[in-house]
């Protein structure tokens, strides 16, 4: 049988980091992959997280599992931190999960439970394992525009107009903040908007939110989940990956925000039972590092000023490169990058610009010119500067 099978296609960002590692060139530029690096061009592990870890080494008596849903002091940890006081714990339903996209394939797959006719509605562009993983699930997926190429900024009206054709069961998924792979968010009014929308039409709201901290602070990157989440049902797919550094542990969480304390009761069980049939029991290092941190107030508050740090330190990378642009080409068309949040934004250069800088400069990114700012630092800001006019950006 497995003669039958026919090739998947490959992944682009993963077939751009071979390609990257194939190429000899010394003064390569890795613009890619979507990770943190400092400006050593290193992905650290933060301080408080070897902390947490050091103590769950020597405090930690079993390796036994904890529960479906996932030590439940993950869930009462994070839970707090992304929605603040907008809405009552106990109307808040939350399974761990591997990661943010594990996260985001439990959120698909209760919509398909809730609703099996849904649409889901997808902005244009998103990052793309959401329609990879809509696709596998065979579910319906219209896109709305989000993205104007001429501006570079968010495209309020054509979103807004887009959305005005959802569903009563549809679900819309929105980027909570730092919008994979432009780098551009709605501002405060659009977003509202869009909450009364996404209302009045019956609609079920799904947030991604995979950078909390990295655009403007934790509580302004939470700002819009937590409109939406006190308006009424949603569901929120958060990661802990970029803000706590921890990839590799694979540490996320799904909530459910119901109406009543009844539903979210319901909705726990019904998020246990797709964990027990997609991996039964979540990991639970990374869960178990983040509750350490924010259960302490030390370890929070060191936390707090080492993501601090990575903000601002991606912030000066903005602002560094559009200055250099600016001084290059005497024009402050690439100002955007300065209103651009998080660690992405997207060039606006065509694909044979794109291929034209790799070849000639060394510097790699995905093929939409959505390049990651933290893979930049001082020494190698100019040069893709100087490349960005070369290519004749």
């Not at 405060?188 to 909450?195: G, M, N, Q």
């Not at 609609?203 to 509580?219: N, Q, R």
């Not at 934004?345 to 694909?351: E, K, N, T, V």
């Amino acid at each position: 049988m497995l003669d039958q099978l026919k090739d998947q296609p490959a992944d682009k960002i993963l077939s751009l980091m071979a390609a990257f590692r194939a190429d000899p060139r010394p003064e390569k530029i890795d613009l890619g992959v979507g990770v943190y690096k400092d400006a050593e061009g290193r992905t650290p592990v933060m301080r408080a997280v070897r902390e947490a870890e050091k103590r769950i080494w020597d405090g930690e008596t079993t390796k036994t599992y904890t529960a479906l849903a996932g030590d439940p002091a993950f869930a009462d940890a994070l839970v707090p931190l992304i929605l603040g006081p907008s809405v009552p714990r106990a109307q808040v339903a939350a399974v761990a999960t591997p990661g943010g996209t594990g996260a985001v394939r439990q959120g698909f797959e209760l919509i398909r439970m809730m609703s099996p006719g849904a649409t889901v509605w997808v902005p244009e562009p998103t990052w793309p394992n959401h329609l990879s993983i809509l696709r596998h699930l065979g579910m319906t997926v219209r896109g709305y525009r989000y993205f104007d190429e001429a501006t570079l900024a968010v495209d309020a009206d054509g979103m807004l107009a887009d959305l005005g054709g959802v569903q009563a069961g549809d679900a819309v998924l929105l980027h909570g903040c730092c919008h994979n792979p432009t780098g551009a968010d709605p501002d405060p009014a659009t977003w509202s908007k869009v909450a009364d929308l996404l209302r009045s039409r019956g609609a079920l709201p799904f947030i991604d939110l995979a950078y909390l901290g990295f655009g403007d602070s934790l509580e302004l990157d939470a700002a819009a989940t937590r409109m939406i989440a006190g308006s009424g049902e949603c569901l929120i797919a958060a990661s802990c990956s970029k803000n706590f550094g921890i990839y590799r542990e694979r540490t996320g969480l799904l909530m459910a925000v119901a109406g009543d304390e009844a539903t979210a009761k319901v909705a726990q069980g019904n998020l246990a039972h797709l964990n027990r049939q997609n991996f039964s029991f979540p990991p639970d290092h990374g869960a178990r590092i983040v509750s350490t941190i924010l259960g302490d107030e030390g370890l929070r508050a060191d936390w707090e000023a080492e993501l601090e740090e990575i903000r601002t330190g991606m912030l000066t990378l903005r602002e560094g490169l559009a200055a250099e642009l600016r001084r290059l080409t005497n024009s402050d068309r690439f100002d955007f990058l300065t209103r651009h949040k998080g660690m992405f934004s997207r060039l606006g250069a065509s694909p044979e610009q794109v291929e034209a800088m790799r070849r000639d400069h060394g510097i790699y990114m995905v093929g939409d010119s959505r390049i990651n700012v933290a893979g930049l630092n001082a020494r190698t800001m100019p040069i893709l500067a100087q490349a960005m006019v070369a290519a004749g950006l």
